[in-house]
């Protein structure tokens, strides 16, 4: 833009000159992004010996702008090659709370994320950044400038500036703060032990924390019984658990959770929702692994240098998951109903579709449903429809436990569910949802038309032997003069047909093709079915006879086009 001074040409210049040429483009364009690509430029230019010296100095000269900022991303390389994660870390999240690129900030992120999860096996701290915000990383860096005050043993400092982060995160909590919980309390504890001034729950969750698995169900025992009494205890085990899960101690975070499940039930959906996650952790790394090991081996080696090593890993992965899976359904099996408990028990269905058995996760849903109210059971029904159209029928079944539940109210629903299947073209759940309102109807004025439909719809998903006993037993109570006689012999002579019953099927075809109360169309339909009838039982004679016999009938053009396809193709 006109009146702005270019971009200097780099001079090859001594190091004592970088500052004032520096000086000179921050004030042509102070704290923008020409200032800052300009810092770039000139590091690059320098030698390794020159760059420590003068980003010193500016980081001196400019401490607390975005120069800053730009400072401690240039520092990231030098740090990562030496291997100073710890480091490497701290300058990402320093520059991330006020970075102005936002073209580069998901790379940013994503390198955070891999340097805290890979490199210093910080999984819960990587995971905060799932959703980045400023919130979440300047919460972060927070935490992490108290955890090193304490392992630099400067314990006051790291318990007034953790302190000063728990007040923070209570006064704006969101989703990801949790995590955040789970080892800011653990470190507050350890530090209230450490200056003498421990609360009366902080040795039980130290305990907890540290102790090794064979020591756990005694300790957790012990512990659960003073949850009535310390409100804050069962939050504060599912940090604990949180953390465990993070250092890979799997079965010992499993044992935490299980404890949990004792507590006060106004507290039930906490340890859901903390199952869940515990479940969505272990799926995400049993996924990861497939993907990785079947990366490896099936593109790179085929599977022979590292499938010794891949095949502990994977079944490592799937048997942790399925360890959860199982203590989980446990859990939703004495829960009451709660949206949390519901959510985890999709998320237990779910898990187990992707390992392929499915089986194991029957009726969750159906026994949340008998602590759950109509609307709730409704949005159950509609979930479990997925995975079993028997399980979401039953839970359309039940009864309010206060018996205010009409009847009527539940056979409305039924259709409603009956209506979705059919929609998505789920017509074989549809006959399911159908044959129960039908059994709802018996003995009303209604039974024959729900049962005709529970038929059509077992036709249509091409169950015809039981399409064909509906249909045979539902004529039999059917005037032969009445449409519905005809509509019902109509669909069991197309049944007959598609199960290759030729010869009954031409006797239905020829007793309707004359029936009144059947549509034109319905008859020169039957017609032509007639006439496959002759051709599959090799009767061609009998076949041009009958087409011949249809033509003098006047028929419609579709249905005289058909007869002279037919003909060409017996006469070829």
């Known amino acids: 833009m006109a009146g702005e001074p270019s971009t200097p040409t780099l001079p090859s210049l001594q190091s004592g000159e970088y500052e004032d040429l520096w000086r000179q483009l921050l004030r042509a364009r102070p704290n923008d992004v020409s200032g800052i690509l300009s810092l770039r430029l000139l590091a690059a230019e320098m030698s390794e010996g020159e760059r420590p010296g003068f980003l010193a100095t500016l980081r001196q000269t400019y401490s607390g702008t975005l120069v800053e900022r ?16 710890e480091r490497a870390a701290d ?5 991330l709370a006020d970075w102005p690129f936002e073209w580069e900030t998901p790379r940013r992120i994503e390198s955070l994320r891999t340097t805290l999860a890979d490199r210093l096996g910080e999984r819960l701290q990587a995971e905060i950044l799932s959703v980045p915000s400023k919130s979440n990383l300047n919460a972060l860096r927070s935490l992490r400038d108290g955890l090193r005050l304490e392992r630099e043993e400067r314990k006051e400092q790291a318990s007034a500036a953790l302190s000063r982060l728990r007040e923070e995160l209570q006064a704006h909590p969101n989703d990801y703060h949790k995590n955040l919980s789970a080892l800011l309390e653990p470190a507050l504890s350890r530090l209230r032990v450490a200056l003498g001034n421990p609360t009366p729950e902080d040795r039980i969750v130290q305990s907890v924390q540290e102790a090794p698995l064979d020591h756990l169900p005694a300790l957790l025992v012990s512990a659960a019984s003073l949850f009535t009494s310390t409100p804050t205890l069962p939050a504060r085990f599912l940090w604990v658990a949180r953390a465990r899960i993070a250092r890979d101690e799997i079965r010992e975070a499993l044992a935490v ?7 006060p039930r106004r507290e039930s959906a906490v340890t859901a929702g903390a199952w869940r996650e515990s479940l969505a952790l272990l799926d995400r790394r049993w996924k990861a692994m497939q993907a990785l090991t079947g ?11 590292l499938e010794p090593l891949e095949r502990p890993l994977r079944e490592r992965a799937r048997g942790e998951l399925e360890l959860c899976l199982e203590r989980a359904s446990g859990f939703i099996r004495e829960a009451s109903y709660s949206p949390e408990a519901e959510k985890l028990a999709l998320s237990i269905r779910e898990a187990y579709e992707g390992l392929g058995g499915s089986e194991k996760a029957q009726g969750l849903l159906l026994h949340l449903a008998e602590s759950a109210n109509r609307e709730q059971r409704e949005r159950l029904a509609t979930s479990a429809e997925r995975f079993s159209p028997e399980e979401a029928i039953a839970i359309l079944q039940l009864r309010d436990t206060s018996q205010t539940e009409r009847v009527g109210e539940s056979l409305a629903t039924s259709r409603e569910l009956l209506a979705l299947l059919e929609g998505k073209g789920d017509f074989a759940g549809a006959a399911k949802v159908a044959h129960a309102l039908a059994l709802e109807a018996s003995g009303t004025e209604e039974y024959p038309e729900a049962l005709f439909k529970a038929a059509s719809l077992d036709f249509r998903s091409e169950d015809y ?13 059917q005037d032969p003069k009445s449409p519905e006689y005809a509509r019902t012999a109509n669909l069991l002579s197309k049944t007959k047909y598609n199960r290759g019953d030729y010869a009954e099927a031409r006797r239905l075809f020829e007793q309707l093709s004359e029936n009144p109360n059947l549509t034109q169309a319905e008859r020169e339909n039957l017609s032509l079915l007639r006439l496959q009838t002759l051709l599959y039982a090799l009767d061609y004679q009998k076949t041009l006879e009958e087409i011949q016999r249809l033509r003098e009938t006047r028929p419609s053009r579709d249905l005289a086009r058909q007869l002279d396809l037919l003909e060409q193709r017996i006469r070829r």
């Open 70 to 85: 730009a400072i401690d991303l240039e520092e990231i390389s030098p740090a990562m090659a030496a291997s100073d994660w």
């Open 257 to 263: 959770l299980e404890a949990l499940q004792i507590q």
């Open 465 to 477: 032997p039981k399409a064909e006993e509906t249909l045979s037993n539902l004529l039999k109570s």
């Open 91 to 95: 300058l990402l999240l320093r520059g």
């Open 295 to 305: 990366e490896i081996s099936g593109e790179r080696f085929e599977g022979v240098l």
